[in-house]
């Protein structure tokens, strides 16, 4: 193989590997010392009165959530001190994002058990689910 074909070939591998890696990432299937819970079971927390977590970026928060959910966005706003503020550690808070494809739910449910709170649930599903449940969104 000649080294212009060679070095081609290198570059496009380096240009799309990372973006064809991010696009098939799946977010774990659990998170220690949580809970994973489905659309029901999420649901049933909901209706009891549990404290949902939204983990998006505003924009995909402002296009829809489930009713009376808490923005934090990962990267800019989920910290201990802001979960202190709508939760003590022995709350029932259900945390989820934009559903089995989206990581930040699982990060963020990590970070909250590692802080010390003890009623933790990873909606692993989050928005899709719930909405391909028919239940309500805000």
């Not at 064809?20 to 799946?26: K, P, S, V």
Request: aromatic share 10%.
């Amino acid at each position: 193989m000649k080294p212009k074909t060679l070095f081609l070939l290198t570059l496009v591998s380096a240009l799309f590997t990372p973006v064809l890696a991010a696009a098939t990432t799946e977010a774990p299937q659990s998170v220690s010392g949580a809970v994973t819970v489905d659309v029901e079971a999420a649901n049933q927390l909901f209706r009891k009165g549990a404290l949902f977590i939204d983990v998006r970026t505003p924009k995909g928060y402002d296009l829809g959530r489930v009713p009376g959910a808490i923005n934090l966005p990962l990267k800019t706003s989920f910290d201990d001190d802001q979960l202190a503020g709508l939760a003590a550690p022995d709350d029932n808070i259900v945390i989820y994002c934009g559903g089995p494809r989206c990581p930040r739910s699982a990060k963020a449910v990590s970070k909250a058990v590692g802080w010390g709170y003890r009623h933790v649930h990873y909606f692993r599903d989050g928005l899709p689910g719930w909405k391909h449940a028919g239940y309500p969104v805000e």
